[in-house]
């Protein structure tokens, strides 16, 4: 069965640090992808960055960042200065059985970006 | 676009009582899905459709919920008769056939039983 699994219930940060999310998986597949959703107060699911397991090189999306580890079925999510609106339940997923196939979520880890 | 609608947005009633969710997906997603998100279980994958066909259920509580999604512009998620313990936040989202395998969220539906 595929899990994830987001050991930090709860982070803080100063606002125009830097904050690592952690998450880790279970799979026994190899060609996956792997997201990292933010919901704000204002519920609304928003996808902040994806990446796909058989890239090597970690993705992108201006002051986000992942760590992606293969082989540690880790996938970390990196906020590099960050803002007051980062401030969020920020969720790891795991989409397995293709593009088309089934998303399931971490428990989430609740971000609180101090000013 | 408009994106995932969903409605309603808030829905309180009374523990026995019908209730139907609905949800409209982006014009041309051919894949649905009905998520549950509570405090205690975080978000819980309902059911998912491809092509309007039901592909995975399992994560249907029991028999008193129902989804149908009898065309690829409208999906129903349907609780009958509702206990308080469905209280929740029900997520509709919907995917293209893209490579890409995001899924794109409503706004959510927050369901209180009385």
């Known amino acids: 069965a595929q899990t994830v699994t987001q050991s930090q219930p709860e982070m803080s940060v100063q606002e125009a640090e830097t904050v690592t999310l952690s998450c880790t998986y279970d799979?026994?597949?190899?060609?996956?992808?792997l997201f990292w959703y933010k919901q704000p107060p204002s519920r609304q699911m928003i996808l902040v960055i994806r990446?796909?397991?058989?890239?090597?090189q970690n993705a992108t999306e201006n002051r986000f960042s992942v760590n992606f580890q293969k082989a540690a079925k880790s996938f970390s999510l990196k906020i590099s200065d960050s803002q007051l609106g980062d401030a969020a339940m920020y969720f790891c997923?795991?989409?397995?059985?293709?593009?088309?196939?089934?998303?399931?979520f971490g428990k989430g880890t609740k971000l609180s970006v101090k000013p | 676009d408009a994106g995932v609608i969903q409605s309603p947005r808030h829905e309180v009633t009374e523990m026995g009582q019908e209730v139907t969710l609905r949800c409209k997906p982006i014009?041309?997603?051919?894949?649905l899905f009905w998520y549950r998100q509570t405090m205690m279980r975080g978000l819980e994958l309902l059911i998912y459709?491809?092509?309007?066909?039901?592909?995975?259920d399992s994560g249907m509580p029991e028999d008193r919920f129902s989804a149908k999604m009898p065309n690829a512009s409208f999906s129903t998620l349907k609780i009958q008769p509702s206990e308080p313990r469905d209280s929740a936040v029900y997520f509709c989202?919907?995917?293209?056939?893209?490579?890409?395998?995001?899924?794109?969220f409503g706004e959510g539906s927050r369901l209180t039983v009385l």
């Open positions: 014009s041309g997603h051919n894949s």
């Open positions: 799979t026994s597949e190899n060609n996956y992808y």
């Open positions: 989202a919907s995917r293209g056939q893209g490579n890409t395998g995001e899924l794109f």
């Open positions: 997923a795991f989409l397995y059985g293709g593009s088309q196939g089934n998303l399931i």
């Open positions: 459709f491809n092509n309007n066909v039901p592909i995975d």
């Open positions: 990446q796909e397991a058989y890239k090597q």
